[in-house]
T-cell receptor, first 111, second 114 residues
């Protein structure tokens, strides 16, 4: 069975500081990994996925298979980045399409 | 824009009541999901469906059932609500031909069981 762990429940940084939200996973196969974000009073939405290797709103995430990690990073945090962030994993085979989520990290960016 | 609509944003029910949570999507997606969202526990999958009249258990199906009579509608049923089912419930959908992880979520239904 797969598992996703986000060790930090809360993360606070000041505007302009670098931010890193940690995500570790456990899965025996080849996973697909994603970051989802939920801003205040908005619905949960996809932020980025590892396979696209894209930068969204200044955020990037690199899949490290050796460390089984998929940390989310941004070099200069902005106040509008304050939100709940979830790391999620999609396994293959019969589980294809089903997402396993981590516990979530609440990011607060102070002015 | 994909629209996933959950009919009830807030519900308050009593222990033992039968509760229906409705979810409708307007983009002809094959796949639909019900998650519950709890602080410190993240999102946990209750049930999902890959087609009409088809359902599969997720990670925490106990105490829940689902119904998918039409492609656009996926209902979550609590046969006899209990206080430990107080939670935020999120419905999501996804077409088969999109990335497995790109789910489109509804706004959520916050259920309180007294």
């Amino acid at each position: 069975a797969q598992r996703v762990t986000q060790p930090e429940k809360l993360l606070s940084v000041f505007k302009g500081a670098p931010v890193e939200l940690k995500c570790n996973y456990s899965y025996s196969g080849s996973p697909e990994l994603f970051w989802y974000v939920q801003y205040s009073r908005q619905r949960l939405q996809l932020l980025l996925r590892h396979i696209s290797r894209e930068s969204i709103k200044g955020f990037t995430a690199d899949l490290n298979k050796g460390e089984t990690s998929f940390h989310l990073k941004k070099p200069f945090a902005q106040e509008e980045d304050s939100a709940m962030y979830y790391c999620a994993l999609s396994a293959g085979g019969t589980s294809y399409g089903k997402l396993t989520f981590g516990q979530g990290t609440i990011l607060t960016v102070h002015p | 824009d994909v629209k996933v609509t959950q009919s009830s944003r807030y519900l308050v029910k009593r222990t033992g009541e039968k509760v229906f949570l409705e979810c409708v999507q307007d983009m002809d997606h094959e796949n639909m999901f019900w998650y519950r969202q709890d602080p410190g526990l993240g999102l946990r999958l209750i049930y999902f469906s890959y087609d009409v009249k088809m359902k599969e258990k997720g990670d925490i199906p106990e105490g829940y059932s689902v119904s998918r009579e039409k492609k656009e509608r996926f209902s979550l049923i609590l046969e006899s609500a209990s206080t430990n089912q107080t939670s935020m419930y999120l419905c999501a959908s996804r077409p088969t031909d999109r990335w497995a992880g790109e789910l489109f979520f509804g706004e959520g239904s916050r259920l309180t069981v007294l």
